[in-house]
Every structure is written in structure tokens, then in C-alpha cells.
């Protein structure tokens, strides 16, 4: 089974089906998880951006550490 499979679900599959029930928690781990796995720095920006946003609209405590990883990256200042 692949890395980012979990009983059977891609990692895709479990983004969409958060995305469809609207669980923002959600969301910010699975898109930093992806970020995490991704297999270039341009699709790491791209999933650690979206876990960003959504975890300033949730208020979530993990912003400020995805807004450093992004700083490091040089994606966000």
C-alpha cells in the first residue's frame, strides 16, 4: 500500500471527501500531510499554502508554524 494510503483511501480521495464535508481540522492535517510527501518543493508550497489558509480561517495553533515552514521556503514572508 502506498504511503499515503489509509484503508484503501488515497490521500486525494480523503482531501476530497473532507473538502465535501467541510472539516477545515481535517483539511489542515491532510494537506500537511501531503505537503510533507510531496515530491517537489512546488507542490510542497502549493499543499503547506492551503493548510496555511485554512488554518488562519480556523484560527488553528498550527498557523505559525506552517507560516515558518512557508517563510523557510521562501513562499510567504
Known sequence: MPPNDIAGETLDARLLDAHARGDRPALIALYLEAGET???????????????????????????????????MGRER
Open 38 to 72: 510531496a515530491q517537489t518543493e512546488d507542490a510542497a508550497g502549493f499543499y503547506l499554502t492551503h493548510a496555511y489558509v485554512f488554518a488562519l480561517e480556523t484560527g488553528d495553533r498550527r498557523a505559525s508554524d506552517i507560516k515558518a515552514r512557508l517563510v523557510a
